[in-house]
């Protein structure tokens, strides 16, 4: 017998609001990489790089 730590109700549950909020889990998951990108992989050249895109995207925000 294997110990499942979720129910077949919960999972379908959790699979129903993916789909629902498909956008929504999406932008969670790209936040959730760039996290951790950031925090695990990063060198002071790719953060450089990353401040300048914050910055340009920040301006493009800015404007509309």
Known sequence: ???QKTSEAQ??????Y?????EK????????SAK???NK???LDD???LKQLIKDREK????E
């Open 1 to 3: 017998m294997t110990d």
């Open 11 to 16: 999972k379908r549950a959790t699979q129903a």
């Open 18 to 22: 993916r789909e629902k909020n498909r």
């Open 25 to 32: 889990t999406r932008k969670q998951s790209a936040k959730s």
């Open 36 to 38: 951790s990108y950031i």
């Open 41 to 43: 992989y990063c060198d």
């Open 47 to 49: 953060l450089a790089e």
């Open 60 to 63: 493009e925000l800015q404007r």
